[in-house]
């Protein structure tokens, strides 16, 4: 199973839950000594107040290494089949209802997404709607839905792009009309 570490580049979404708009934090930490720099995107749930020392609820894309990958986070336990499997649902206002099937953390309170689940969610889901909901199954609370506000996630888009160069005609492209 992989693990959730460092970044070095962090864009943070975070949304006011009286305006229900996205806003994106950007801090950046430069490539050092021939090592790639990298750049995080983090989505948090509106009504999620966390200390530094708690993990929030969070929808995240980085590009690490010129990689990029995608993940979520929770305060839940996600029930995951015997592979490591955690079942999702992921819906938006562009994009229908869909299934799939994400790679969970050690601590089964986050799953990785697939990369072509990925580029499919940044491209038909992120980059058209308002808000992406993700749902999943919990061991302390039944199905659990997620919503994440990023209508505002062009800013961060750049940022993506230029740590990922490869993407920019894929996954980061801008997208179809």
Known sequence: ???????????????????????????V????????GEVTAVARLPDDSTTDN???????????GRQLDGFITTRDQLESDMAGDIRVRIFSDAMRARDSRWQATRSNAGAFI???????????????????SISAGTSN?????WSFAVADFRPALDALREACPK?????LAEPRP
Not at 141 to 145: A, D, F, L, N, T
């Open 1 to 27: 199973m992989r693990t959730l570490v460092g970044t070095v580049v962090l864009v943070m979404l975070l949304m006011s839950p009286l305006t229900l708009r996205a806003q994106w934090r950007v801090s």
């Open 29 to 36: 930490v430069p490539a050092v000594a021939g090592r790639l």
């Open 54 to 64: 708690q993990l929030a609820t969070s929808l995240v894309i980085r590009c690490t």
């Open 114 to 132: 697939p990369p072509l689940e990925l580029r499919d969610l940044i491209q038909r889901g992120i980059l058209k709607s308002r808000a992406i």
């Open 141 to 145: 609370r039944g199905r659990v839905i």
């Open 167 to 171: 993407e920019r005609g894929a996954a």
